[in-house]
């Protein structure tokens, strides 16, 4: 007998990705989701009871999503089919449904992943509903966008969202010596290199894997400057009109506001680094200067608005310089929200009482009739009176005197407070005044 001729269509083990050849058999396997796969998590337990329920895994790129669908499929016994969102549209769901109700008919189910689930538009998600309430099928959808913004509220009512965590160092060490195991040697890398590969993936596996293909070949010993020059870097995860977008801005916002400099210039370049637009960063940290700052330090909104006009002069990388100083002078700031909550305190104040008149004494009076009426009479102009302060009502006749500013001890607002309440006192010893001096802050 004699040998056939391989196939020209027979693929080689070896030609086959990495990612591909490393595929896992069993959850014990999969690295770093511990927290959801042990058996006392919460996936780890359906398993153990043999009874899944539909679910959204929510990580980010090359955490393990795709392959834990898979493995849960295969350890309760369901068939498994994969639904990719950005491919897929309503004749590839009414197939799998139609043939998911076969198969319960002859007594197996099917659990449905769907990659990129938020992709779907309302229309599509809501298709789901019936199919996962009847037990048709088990949903399992994987996101890297938050869920709670991406998928409508009737669909989420109907599943269990769990968070995958990114990939530790401990993690992607794990699957370099997998990959090395395989490949049947050392990568020839450097110790420096190989911390410096790990960086490189920043968390994703998939990368991780696809990086060690690259550098295999590479003749040792690699160094991490030759690792850069032969591997390109992952580029930072970071959606400009996504969750990853907000994050960042808010991490800025929060650690300037915790008067912590070193975090704020930490989140000051994640964002530049990810691409984000150096305008919209000047433009937040104005308003920054203003809700946070305020009167504490008058010069904080100079220093952001000289920071913008800095940068629209000089553009990048220069202009960029200028922002990262406006962080740290706000940053270091006295802080204080007396001017945001006095203003919304007006506000409402203002929508409540309507269209009252200011009262006549501080109008204007430029013809004879209006003067009759009562308009500027007895008006006391302030600069001219023994202690340059009149004491007078200037609310609204019929509205009773409210404090709406209430300035802190905090920066230049400590010197406003002592005045206000300076003022205070010498409205309060007037004749007929029924106010009373505030308390200290």
Same mark, same amino acid.
Not at 104 to 109: A, F, I, K, N
Not at 284 to 287: D, E, L
Not at 355 to 365: D, E, G, Y
């Given at each position: 007998m004699t040998e056939q001729p391989p196939s020209l269509f027979d693929v080689d083990d070896a030609a086959r990705p990495l990612a591909d050849r490393l595929r896992l058999h069993t959850l014990s396997d999969v690295v770093g989701q511990d927290h959801l796969l042990a058996a006392d998590a919460p996936v780890g337990r359906m398993v153990g009871a043999h009874h899944l329920v539909s679910m959204v895994l929510? +990580? $980010?790129p090359g955490c393990g999503k795709t392959t834990i669908a898979r493995l849960l499929a295969e350890k309760t016994n369901l068939a498994f089919e994969p639904l990719s969102a950005t491919f897929s549209g309503v004749a590839d769901l009414r197939r799998v449904f139609q043939t998911a109700q076969r198969r /319960?008919? =002859? +007594?197996? *189910?099917t659990l449905l992943f769907v990659d990129e689930i938020h992709r779907f538009n309302r229309a599509q998600q809501d298709s789901f509903l019936p199919y996962v309430e009847d037990g048709t099928i088990v949903l399992v959808g994987a996101t890297t966008e938050n869920p709670s913004f991406e =998928? !409508? *509220?009737a669909l989420l009512s109907r599943c269990q969202v769990f968070v995958l965590k990114r990939l530790d160092d401990t993690a992607l060490s794990a699957l370099v010596t997998r990959a090395e195991q395989l490949l049947g040697g050392r990568l020839p890398l450097d110790d420096d290199a190989r911390h410096a590969l790990i960086a490189m993936a920043d968390g994703d596996g998939r990368y991780l894997l696809n990086m060690i293909e690259q550098v295999q070949a590479l003749p040792a010993p690699v160094d991490p400057a030759v690792l850069a020059a032969a591997v390109q870097k992952r580029a930072p995860l970071y959606d400009k009109s996504q969750e990853g977008h907000y994050n960042l801005i808010s991490a800025l916002h929060k650690s300037m506001r915790g008067s912590d400099p070193d975090a704020a210039l930490y989140w000051l370049a994640r964002m530049l680094d990810g691409g984000e637009d150096p305008l919209f960063i000047a433009r /937040? %940290?104005? /308003?920054f200067a203003n809700e946070d700052i305020g009167l504490a330090d008058p010069n904080a909104v100079q220093q952001a608005l000289a920071a913008w006009d800095v940068y629209e002069r000089l553009g990048s990388p220069e202009g960029e310089l200028a922002i990262a100083q406006a962080v740290l002078y706000l940053a270091t700031a006295p802080k204080s929200i007396g001017v945001y909550r006095g203003f919304n305190k007006a506000w409402a104040a203002a929508k409540r009482t309507g269209? =009252?008149? $200011? $009262? @006549?004494? %501080? =109008? !204007? @009076?430029p013809t004879r009739l209006m003067k009759n009426l009562g308009y500027g009479k007895d008006y006391q102009y302030d600069p001219d009176t023994d202690t340059g302060f009149s004491g007078a009502n200037y609310f609204p006749d019929g509205l009773p005197r409210e404090t709406f500013y209430e300035p802190t001890t905090s920066g230049y607002e400590r010197a406003i407070s002592e005045r206000l309440r300076h003022w205070a006192q010498l409205r309060s010893d007037q004749p007929g005044a029924a106010t009373t001096p505030p308390e200290d802050n």
């Open positions: 929510w +990580g $980010p /319960r008919e =002859l +007594g197996q *189910g =998928l !409508n *509220g /937040r %940290i104005t /308003r269209s =009252l008149m $200011p $009262p @006549a004494h %501080i =109008l !204007n @009076a």
